[in-house]
């Protein structure tokens, strides 16, 4: 897998502009040149056959700044923008926050940057800000994006329904067809985590007639719990739900920044026998909850080599190539993408066992 030859430039203030974004926001300006770029030239430049002369601006917003999670995404970012002759911006708030990542947001679109790559948190908000940034010219290339309408292109490690189905399978696997599950996203408005749940409860009830959800059903579909920002807030969630559901067998929780919180619950609650998690994240962070036996599978994807494949469909697209099914990004997961429409997908999920634990550890 492609990696920057030295990570410790992840955590420093890159040349390119690292921007950490609180509540109230701080202003990212860019050099007076790339500033003066008109509107007008931005949008032209969409339409032209081959790449601008000067290098072209390309801005990444993630869900939250400081873990190895997202700042993969800054590392291969500043990888692609170095073979590209790029400059490269990677924003975020310093906690996961909607309000604080949409002024994030805000001060991208301030760079006139050529190619944006956001990671929503918020839908629907990020939407409207996302459309401003089309109607200057800049390319929207999204990541966790699906749905969304003012983007040029969603990139993603896998297809989202098989993803979820995925777990589904695993549950009925490792805990019985006959187990009662619940599953927990970051926010109700956060795209992939709510696509996932879905795409679980539905092959569930398609497939294992006698496994029981223990989520709220609205409509006819699952209403996820709502772990939140970070392990602190899905710790106490889980705690509470825990007490009065004493007969879960399976927690799947699709937030990375959840995990930790909810299996600490469940072995503080003295539970850990009977109650197993389903997880979603990088297996380092994890890791003690895998060797416990708190955690029985897990599944992820290297997030900067996402990142990489936005920046190249973004450049593909700028250039006049396009991208179509079967195209190589350049990097691994990507090496024959299907296009669906507006939205790309790699095979790119690793699976996370006790047995393989060390190797996925040494990749995040």
């Known amino acids: 897998m492609k990696k920057l030859m030295t990570w410790t430039l992840a955590c420093c203030v890159l040349a390119g502009g690292l921007t950490a974004c609180g509540n109230g926001g701080g202003e990212t300006t860019k050099g007076e040149e790339t500033a003066a770029v008109s509107t007008e030239a931005k949008v032209e430049s969409r339409e032209e056959k081959e790449l601008p002369e000067e290098p072209l601006v390309v ?3 993630v869900k939250a700044i400081g873990s190895n999670w997202f700042d993969s995404m800054d590392w291969e970012g500043t990888a692609w ?3 590209n002759q790029a400059e490269h911006h990677y924003i975020g708030p310093t906690s996961m926050d909607s309000a604080a990542q949409l002024q994030c947001i805000s001060d991208a679109i301030a760079l006139q940057p050529d190619i944006l790559t956001v990671v929503p948190i918020a839908a629907d908000a990020c939407d409207a800000l996302l459309k401003q940034a089309q109607d200057q010219g800049t ?8 749905g969304l309408l003012n983007n040029d292109y969603n990139v993603d490690a896998f297809d989202n329904d098989s993803f979820g189905e995925n777990f589904a399978k695993k549950a009925a696997e490792l805990m019985g067809e006959d187990c009662k599950y619940a599953c ?3 926010t109700l408005t956060t795209p992939a985590h709510m696509a996932w749940s879905k795409a679980f409860y539905q092959y569930a009830n398609e497939n294992y007639t006698n496994m029981v959800c223990a989520n709220d059903i609205s409509d006819g579909g699952i209403m996820p719990l709502e772990g939140g920002a970070n392990a602190d807030s899905a710790y106490s969630v889980t705690k509470q739900f825990l007490q009065a559901n004493p007969d879960l067998d399976v927690f799947y929780v699709c937030s990375s920044s959840n995990v930790t919180g909810v299996a ?3 072995e503080e609650l003295g539970m850990a026998d009977s109650v197993k998690v389903l997880a979603v994240g990088t297996a380092s962070g994890q890791k003690s909850y895998y060797e416990s036996g708190t955690i ?3 599944a992820f994807w290297y997030p900067g080599a996402a990142q990489y494949a936005c920046y190249e469909v973004g450049k593909r697209v700028i250039s006049g190539e396009g991208v179509k099914t079967g195209d190589d990004l350049g990097i691994d997961g990507y090496h024959d993408i299907t296009v669906d429409g ?3 997908y790699g095979s790119a999920w690793l699976d996370v066992t006790l047995e393989n634990l060390e190797e996925m550890c040494n990749i995040l």
């Not at 390319?139 to 699906?146: A, D, S």
């Open 81 to 83: 923008a170095e073979e």
């Open 139 to 146: 390319l929207v290339v999204t990541h966790e994006g699906t």
């Open 342 to 344: 507006k939205n790309i």
């Open 184 to 186: 927990m996203v970051g």
């Open 264 to 266: 600490r619950a469940i």
């Open 296 to 298: 029985v599978y897990g």
């Open 59 to 61: 801005a990444t917003v």
